[in-house]
Structure formats: C-alpha cells, structure tokens
C-alpha cells in the first residue's frame, strides 16, 4: 500500500469511523501487532489530544492514523530509557519532513504541534501501556487536510488553506508522504536518541530563542535536553528550568533579542 516505507504502514487496518485509532493501535498491539503496523481511520469519535484535549475528526477532512512501534532499540533497553521520552518531537519532525513538499516553512511547536503560519496543521499524541516489562508504543498523528472552516479560538489551519486553490493533495497522498517523511526520522531517532535528530529539530523550531509564556510566567526558550524537555530561563530572573508538560504559548512579536 505505502510504496515509500520498509515498515511503516505496510500492515494497515482501515475504518470508516472508530472512536479513537489510538485506542485502536493500542488494542492490536495488546494482541501482538507488530513495529509499523497502522491504523486510519475516515472519521473519530472521541479522538483525543494530549492533556486530555478533543482532537475534532470530521469525516473525510483530515488525517487520522496511529502507527505501532516495535523498534529493537527499544527491545534493547527493556523497553524504556529516558532518552525515549522525547519520541514526540522526532514523530513531529519526521510529519514535518514528509508534508515540507506542500508547506515548505511548517514549524515545530514544543511538544506536538505542526504549524503553518503560525497555526496548528497538525498534532501529535504518543501513548505506552506496559505489558508487564514490555511497552506497547503507539504515536498518533491528526493532519488539517480538507477543512476550510475551524473555530477561532482553535487556531488552526489546513493543508487545503495553506494552498493555492486546486492544489490540496488527497489524504491518501498526505498519508503517504507523511509515512515517508516519519520513517528515517525514527529510524535516526531510535539509533541516537533526539541528538541525532537535534539539529534539524532546531532548525524548524517554533519556539527556540521566543519569549514565551509558561506556567503563568514569561520565559525565554533555550533549547531541548536530550529527552526532550525544553529549558527556559524565566525573563524575571532566576536559573534556567526544565518544562516537561506544560504548555508553552508563544508571545507574538516575542523574538528574545
Ligand atoms: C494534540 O495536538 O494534542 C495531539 C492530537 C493527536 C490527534 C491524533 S488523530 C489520530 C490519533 N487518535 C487520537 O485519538 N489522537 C491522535
């Protein structure tokens, strides 16, 4: 089905409407799914976001996968190290790579949002349940394919709003690029860790050297440590600190200078 992937998607389930393909992806790898296995789905019910969000999953108008991941690093590690922790940002950078062919200045928010003009175009949600000392890994992704209308407070924007009119790939295609963009990109993330994947992380960084706001207070951004944390130095003083969940909003205008 994907000509341009080894492994990613080249075992697929596909359904019309599931309540979440994470919940999905998560059953089957409980069955014993193996590395690459994909599920899409056309529409989502509860598609979920992370800290517990609504990712909205309108039928036909976006892309909506989970993919099982069985990496041997991992294996290797007995499932977990904490280098791991920053898989989110290389799935990210890896859509990134695979959707740059149709938004060439797509920008990578701290943790798990694609942006295109400084709106969301996609997301990410990674998700592990422990089979007793054996994780089963699974990484979402949602794409703004076809929807032209979002509510305002979302922020949001689509593949078909970035382009030119008549230009907007199909889903199809989306999800094979996309699949094609993730692939070497965890290929080199689960061989170095985010280090290997750190410099191009950082060019397409959203948030590195902005002012931001977190945790009520404004921060600058410095940069990632090597399980994914993004380090901030309060603006009001004080050593610089680790932001693990947070969320983190970008001031407009707010180049740190
Ligand atoms: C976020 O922006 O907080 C992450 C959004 C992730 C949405 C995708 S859509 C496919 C997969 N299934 C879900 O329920 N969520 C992810």
Same mark, same amino acid.
């Given at each position: 089905?994907?000509?341009?992937?080894?492994?990613?998607?080249?075992?697929?389930?596909?359904?019309?409407?599931?309540?979440?393909?994470?919940?999905?992806?998560?059953?089957?790898?409980?069955?014993?799914?193996?590395?690459?296995?994909?599920?899409?789905?056309?529409?989502?019910?509860?598609?979920?976001?992370?800290?517990?969000?609504?990712?909205?999953?309108?039928?036909?108008?976006?892309?909506?996968?989970?993919?099982?991941?069985?990496?041997?690093?991992?294996?290797?590690?007995?499932?977990?190290?904490?280098?791991?922790?920053?898989?989110?940002?290389?799935?990210?950078?890896?859509?990134?790579?695979?959707?740059?062919?149709?938004?060439?200045?797509? /920008? $990578?928010?701290?943790?798990? *949002?694609?942006?295109? !003009?400084? @709106?969301?175009? =996609? #997301?990410?949600?990674?998700?592990?349940?422990?089979?007793?000392?054996?994780?089963?890994?699974?990484?979402?992704?949602?794409?703004?394919?076809?929807?032209?209308?979002?509510?305002?407070?979302?922020?949001?924007?689509?593949?078909?709003?970035?382009?030119?009119?008549?230009?907007?790939?199909?889903?199809?295609?989306?999800?094979?690029?996309?699949?094609?963009?993730?692939?070497?990109?965890?290929?080199?993330?689960?061989?170095?860790?985010?280090?290997?994947?750190?410099?191009?992380?950082?060019?397409?960084?959203?948030?590195?050297?902005?002012?931001?706001?977190?945790?009520?207070?404004?921060?600058? /951004? $410095?940069?990632?440590?090597? *399980?994914?944390?993004? !380090?901030? @130095?309060?603006? =009001? #003083?004080?050593?610089?600190?680790?932001?693990?969940?947070?969320?983190?909003?970008?001031?407009?205008?707010?180049?740190?200078?």
């Amino acid at each position: 089905m994907f000509s341009e992937t080894c492994t990613l998607g080249q075992i697929h389930e596909h359904h019309a409407s599931l309540p979440s393909t994470n919940d999905r992806a998560l059953a089957w790898a409980r069955e014993g799914a193996p590395h690459g296995a994909l599920v899409i789905a056309d529409a989502q019910t509860a598609g979920r976001g992370r800290l517990g969000r609504r990712w909205d999953s309108p039928p036909g108008a976006g892309l909506y996968v989970s993919v099982v991941l069985r990496p041997e690093a991992l294996a290797a590690t007995r499932g977990w190290d904490p280098r791991w922790a920053a898989l989110g940002l290389a799935v990210g950078l890896g859509l990134r790579d695979g959707l740059s062919r149709w938004v060439p200045d797509a /920008a $990578l928010k701290w943790p798990n *949002d694609l942006l295109a !003009r400084g @709106r969301k175009l =996609a #997301g990410v949600l990674c998700e592990t349940r422990w089979q007793g000392s054996t994780p089963d890994v699974v990484v979402g992704f949602g794409v703004n394919v076809l929807q032209r209308e979002f509510p305002a407070e979302l922020r949001a924007t689509s593949l078909a709003l970035e382009m030119s009119e008549g230009t907007c790939p199909s889903r199809q295609d989306v999800l094979a690029a996309a699949l094609a963009g993730l692939e070497p990109c965890l290929r080199a993330f689960f061989a170095g860790g985010f280090a290997a994947i750190r410099g191009r992380y950082e060019r397409h960084s959203a948030v590195l050297g902005r002012v931001v706001t977190v945790g009520g207070a404004e921060a600058e /951004a $410095l940069g990632f440590d090597d *399980d994914g944390a993004l !380090r901030v @130095r309060p603006r =009001a #003083g004080g050593p610089s600190r680790r932001v693990e969940a947070e969320d983190v909003w970008i001031l407009p205008g707010g180049d740190a200078g």
